[in-house]
Structures are given as C-alpha cells and as structure tokens.
C-alpha cells in the first residue's frame, strides 16, 4: 500500500498562473478531502468527496479555486490565477469505506505552493 | 462540529509516559474522539479514536472520561520521535468532517 500520493511535492509559480494540484487515494478508500495548512490558519478543509462526488465545498476560499475527482484514483485541485496567498501546504486525505469519519484519514505528504 | 481546548504546548523527557489532555465539555452523543499528530513537514498522522469506552492500540491509550467532556492521550513510553503537534477532535459519526485546532505541540527531550 503506497498511501495517498500527492504531486508535485514542491511547486513555485508566478502570480497569474495556473496551478494544478494533484492526488491518488488509497484503493478502495471512498472518500477524499482536500485541506490547506498556512502558519496564520492552520489546518483548513477546503472541499470533500464521496465517490467522486463533491459533498461539501464550502471551505473553497473564492472561485479561483475548483477541484474535481474524474475517477475513483484521481483527484485535482485547481488554481486560476494563482496569488500569493494561496502559499501553502496543500493536504490530500482519503479515508476508507462507511461512514468517513469512523474511520481514520490517511494523508499524503503534502505538496508545498509557493506563489512568487 | 464540538469544539476542543488543548494546552498549547508540552514537555516532556524521553521514556516517560506523555498525557495529553483534551476538554470538550460540548460533545454531543453521536460524536467520537479523534487523536491526530503531525510531524514536522509531514502529513496529519491518525492515532487513535474513541466514543466512549477507552481504547488502546500500538501508539497509544485514549482515555475518555465517564461524562465524555474531557479526554487524555497516553503515549507510554514517549521517544524523540514523538515530538510532533497534536490534535484532538470531535466529529460525529455520520458525515462529520474533522475541522483541525491548533493542538498541543509536545516536545520530548533527551
């Protein structure tokens, strides 16, 4: 089991450009999380997933920011046009089968967004 | 989603137990309590969680109060590889997200 894969690790892009964050969950895992960590706001759920459905995106800061999950085995997280204050570590997370929250989350390694 | 109060911070020396506490007075019936660290620059790490009963597995015991207001993580014999923040939080057990607070950053020293 590789765990939840986010790449790229590290990304650095210019003010205006687009980002695209990506992330494999666990197989069979049937729910996936997106979260933001910045030192001011901490950990934040940014948008969720059931079965490739987004259940909740209230937590998506403005419209410059979509995420989509095509698949069972992939999921964006998509910004146009990027600012510097989407700096941030960037968190995927999957959690398994039933009711999401009985069960533990599963992070990946985090991509670091750095906008310059 | 309840809310959790935790100490900021914490110390404690290498090979002794670390008991972390965790108040949430506000807890509803149907939500569980969940353990979560986090090492420095890696992901959110699960631990442990509980509803009601205390539970133990291989990092750690939670202990859960029997008016289910307050909480304590147990980490028996803690090494330098723990130093980490930690994070308590409630969530129901339906479609209750885990919304992270700022945690207790605990520190194990040599």
């Known amino acids: 089991d590789a765990g939840v894969i986010q790449s790229p690790r590290h990304e650095v892009t210019e003010m205006g450009q687009e980002v695209t964050l990506r992330c494999k969950p666990i197989?069979?895992?049937?729910?996936l999380f997106w979260y933001r960590q910045t030192m001011m706001r901490g950990l934040e759920l940014l948008i969720y997933f059931n079965n490739n459905v987004p259940i909740d995106d209230s937590g998506m800061p403005e419209d410059r920011f979509s995420a989509k999950m095509p698949n069972a085995s992939f999921s964006t997280l998509k910004i146009q046009p990027s600012e510097p204050r989407d700096s941030a570590v960037y968190f995927c997370?999957?959690?398994?089968?039933?009711?999401?929250?009985?069960?533990?989350?599963?992070f990946g390694s985090g991509t670091r967004l750095t906008v310059v | 989603d309840a809310k959790t109060t935790q100490p900021t911070s914490m110390d404690c020396a290498e090979g002794r137990a670390a008991n972390l506490p965790c108040n949430h007075s506000t807890i509803s019936g149907n939500e569980y309590v969940y353990w979560y660290r986090q090492i420095h620059s890696q992901g959110p790490q699960y631990i442990i969680h509980?509803?009601?009963n205390n539970e133990t597995n291989e990092m750690a015991s939670l202990i859960i109060t029997e008016d289910r207001k307050s909480s304590t993580l147990i980490l028996p014999h803690a090494t330098l590889r723990d130093t980490a923040v930690y994070y308590c939080i409630v969530a129901g057990g339906s479609q209750g997200n885990l919304i992270f607070g700022k945690g207790t950053k605990l520190s194990v020293k040599p």
């Open positions: 197989s069979g895992h049937d729910y």
């Open positions: 997370a999957s959690s398994p089968r039933g009711q999401g929250v009985r069960y533990g989350y599963t």
């Open positions: 509980g509803l009601k």
